[in-house]
Structures are given as structure tokens and as C-alpha cells.
């Protein structure tokens, strides 16, 4: 995600207010980045800073952060504690601060012209999360993610439409294929407590005794706009709420399956990458353009 330079030159303030002896954001690593953009989250869960829009930028900006820390080797442990200081140090500054009012007011300068950002991109894994946030009138993909090749290939993210919008599976069935359901399969962090990466000898994602099942909550055919590829024929299910916050809380680095069910009982599986999925919907939640 790239932020603005009003928001790169903003960091510096933010540290200042976290406590944080940086010279500014050019030497500030991903943690420290996280910290900052946490900081000023709590911060505004105290004290009411921003309107939902800039709230809603700074919580994607946070979740970027969070996947960059990961990705460049910081334990999710370590980031767990980063943003326990980061709560503690907001809930010790005055809401009345004069630092924080004018790390507030350059942060809601710098995120001005970005919260009227229509469509971004966010790091996935095969490919990108790809977010518009323009309205459409005929249904259309929010959040998309696509998989798979061919007969094979699926669109997984948030379809909309005039009825709202809701985290969704779109694919297309084969010469005789018909579905019966779908599932949605991530690793259950109660019974698995740390990130399920990929490595040599090892399955790419975690068995089903440490794994969450979504079941889809809704079956219909797909508009053309949201089958794999355009046009009929397609399937699209809808998932609940809940399977949207398994995936957000989970490290950028792992992978998840969905599995679409037969009327025979067996299954196609997609397995599909988490990637920046929570910083995509946290951009997605600003709201349409």
C-alpha cells in the first residue's frame, strides 16, 4: 500500500507522541510502523479522533503494517506485545494532549486524499486482493481474490450489490458437475496457537483437527459479472461474517482452502493465500465512492 508523503512525514509526530526515538519514517522498520498506526487506532478509540473514514484508513494502514512486520521475520508474538504499548501508551496520553491533537490533525490531513482512493491493491499470495470501492449498479466484486485456471478457476472475496454485500465464492461447474455446498477452511487459533507456514515435508495448510469450517450460508447462481471469467453458468456462495474475522486475524503468510462440495459427496479443493486480506477489508469498509 503506498501512503501518501503528508502520511510518511506524519510518522515522525506519531512517534514522538508513542514515545519512540526515531528519526523519522525513513529509519522506521515495520514494527516500529505498526506501533505508530496502532497508537493512533487506540487512541481514537479513546478519545474520538477521526471520522470513520480516517479511522477505517489508519486500521488498514495497521493491518499492512502488521503483514510487512510479518513478512520481514518479526514474530507475531513480538507484534502482540508491540501493540499492547501501543494501547498502553494511548490509554496514558490525555485526550486533550497538544502532541496528540497535532498528530491527529496530520494524520487526518495525510489521509484525506487517500480515503477518496477508489481501487488498490493488497498483497496476496498468486495473486493480489484487489479492492474497488466505486458503486456499481449491477453486482460487482468489492474485494476479489483469483484462483485456480481454466474449468478450475474460482473468485473468492466480498461480492456487492443493492442487497449489500457479503464475503462470497464464485466458480463455474464442469461438464456434469453439479454443487451441493461449499466450505471455507482456516486454521482454528485456539487449537493452533501459532501461524501454519508453508515448508518442505510439511501439508500448506494445517490439519482439520486445528482448522475452522465455514459452511456457506447461501447458494445462487452467479451474475455474470461475478462468475470466474463473465458470462452464465456460474455459482456463487455467500459466508458469514464470522468467516471473514478467522481469516483477518490470521498471519499474511499462511493459506486457507475452499472446498466446493459435489452432490456425490466429493470435493474440488482451492487452497488460497491470505495474504493482506484484513488490511483489504479494512479499505473496503471505508465506504463506496
Request: aromatic residues 6%.
Amino acid at each position: 500500500m503506498r501512503i501518501p508523503s503528508q502520511a510518511r512525514n506524519s510518522f515522525a509526530v506519531l512517534a514522538a507522541v508513542g514515545g519512540l526515538a526515531l528519526a523519522g519514517a525513513a529509519q522506521a522498520g515495520p514494527a516500529d510502523i505498526y506501533y505508530e498506526r496502532a497508537l493512533m487506532s487506540a487512541a481514537h478509540a479513546r478519545c474520538g479522533l477521526f471520522t470513520r473514514a480516517t479511522a477505517q484508513a489508519l486500521e488498514a494502514g495497521a493491518a499492512q503494517a502488521r503483514g510487512a512486520a510479518l513478512r520481514s521475520g518479526v514474530s507475531e508474538a513480538d507484534l502482540n506485545g508491540v501493540r499492547q504499548r501501543a494501547r498502553s501508551r494511548a490509554a496514558a496520553t490525555a485526550c486533550d494532549s497538544q502532541d496528540l491533537r497535532t498528530a491527529a490533525g496530520r494524520v487526518r490531513s495525510a489521509f484525506e486524499a487517500w480515503s477518496r482512493t477508489a481501487r488498490m491493491e493488497f498483497p496476496g499470495q498468486g495473486s493480489a486482493w484487489s479492492v474497488d470501492r466505486r458503486a456499481y449498479r449491477t453486482p460487482s466484486w468489492l474485494v476479489r481474490q483469483d484462483a485456480g485456471s481454466g474449468a478450475n478457476a474460482v473468485v473468492f472475496g466480498y461480492a456487492g450489490g443493492e442487497a449489500g454485500q457479503a464475503l462470497a465464492l464464485a466458480a463455474r461447474p464442469g461438464r456434469g458437475e453439479r454443487f451441493a455446498s461449499a466450505r471455507i477452511v482456516v486454521r482454528d487459533p485456539s487449537r493452533a496457537g501459532s501461524a501454519w507456514l508453508p515448508r518442505a515435508g510439511v501439508a500448506a495448510t494445517p490439519p482439520r483437527s486445528s482448522s475452522r469450517v465455514f459452511l456457506a450460508s447461501a447458494q445462487s447462481s452467479a451474475e455474470p459479472t461475478l462468475a470466474p471469467g463473465g458470462g452464465a453458468g456460474g455459482v456463487l456462495f455467500r459466508f458469514p461474517t464470522a468467516a471473514a474475522d478467522a481469516l483477518g486475524v490470521l498471519d499474511p503468510r499462511e493459506r486457507f482452502l475452499v472446498e466446493l462440495v459435489r452432490v456425490d459427496g466429493s470435493v474440488r479443493t482451492v487452497t488460497l493465500g491470505v495474504g493482506d486480506f484484513a488490511a483489504a477489508r479494512a479499505f473496503l469498509a471505508m465506504g463506496t465512492l
